[in-house]
């Protein structure tokens, strides 16, 4: 049975609550960082949690994935979006991974802050999974062994700057602006029979009301248990660090086709990036201030439902 779990503000104090129909039940207990409320909260044990509630209405929400952990994500992991990017989802032996600052981690109402030198502002939801155990060696972690290691899932959403990361070739600088990384609002803690639903999940995203992006879990190209083997013989992973599982098609960004991209490389660095540049400014898709952007992933049998992200673009202070 799967649960929700809000990190949240109320009366000037971080706490941790689990909400069932609007109403908060207070977890016992402070817990600065992620790491330590999967440590000391099982989902088990708080299934029977109850008590005096509070209206979640009457609370600000906070991120579900504190500051101090890793961000890590993949990318180009549903085979539509690699079809659009120009790749065959069939012949990929790899995982793309990459990290985003954890600075730019932001509640799940947040604004989207538009940085004034970034043009070409870009959506991407994601399931993000966070995890239960410390990984410090190499493992090879087989789709049994999934509850061993995910502790929930949430709703990530990896805004990029396209202009940044594509050009400069600088993944962490163009995803890692603040406020490029929402998270929630939920924590939904997945207990063993939850974990097969993983690859059930429906994901929509919505700009101004109209879908842009939709799709399943289930054309994901590279799964949890797959993903956490290939990151293990790389480095460690630990209690509460968030993995962004890639984004499905549908996001703004213009990939050019694989004989426009030979054609390209003949052409000078300055002509090549002034196409790439003027593609660009031909797609509306890409994000504006007062733009709304909302993403909902649930199973469809709404056993597993992570809630609704919200984000309204707003320009960068001058």
């Not at 992570?306 to 309204?312: A, I, K, M, T, Y």
Request: with cysteine; net charge negative.
């Amino acid at each position: 049975m799967s649960l929700h779990v809000l990190h949240y503000r109320h009366e000037g104090h971080a706490r941790w609550g689990v909400v069932r129909n609007g109403a908060i039940t207070p977890i016992p207990g402070e817990f600065a960082t992620t790491a330590e409320f999967i440590a000391a909260n099982p989902v088990e044990r708080l299934i029977e949690l109850d008590g005096p509630t509070i209206p979640e209405s009457a609370v600000q929400w906070l991120p579900p994935v504190s500051a101090n952990q890793q961000f890590i994500c993949q990318g180009a992991n549903y085979r539509q979006h690699m079809i659009e990017s120009g790749m065959d989802p069939d012949a990929k032996k790899f995982n793309m991974l990459f990290t985003k600052a954890t600075s730019c981690i932001v509640p799940a109402d947040s604004p989207l802050v538009k940085p004034s030198n970034v043009r070409f502002l870009d959506y991407e939801i994601e399931l993000g999974l966070v995890l239960k155990k410390n990984i410090t060696s190499r493992r090879t972690i087989a789709e049994g062994d999934l509850s061993e290691y995910i502790a929930g899932a949430v709703i990530v959403n990896d805004y990029s700057a396209r202009d940044i990361q594509i050009p400069q070739m600088q993944f962490y600088k163009g995803k890692s602006f603040r406020t490029f990384g929402p998270v929630g609002p939920y924590l939904c803690l997945l207990e063993r029979s939850d974990m097969a639903k993983l690859g059930q999940l429906e994901l929509t995203l919505t700009v101004n009301g109209a879908i842009r992006q939709q799709d399943s879990t289930a054309n994901l190209v590279y799964g949890p248990a797959e993903t956490l083997t290939e990151i293990s013989g790389v480095h460690d992973l630990f209690v509460g660090d968030l993995l962004s599982t890639g984004t499905p098609s549908g996001c703004a960004l213009s990939v050019p086709s694989p004989m426009k991209q030979r054609l390209a490389a003949a052409l000078s660095e300055e002509a090549k990036w002034k196409m790439f540049m003027d593609i660009q400014a031909a797609r509306p898709q890409y994000l504006r201030a007062g733009d709304v952007v909302e993403s909902r992933i649930a199973s469809r049998d709404g056993s597993i439902d992570l809630g609704v992200q919200r984000n309204e673009v707003v320009d960068e202070a001058s």
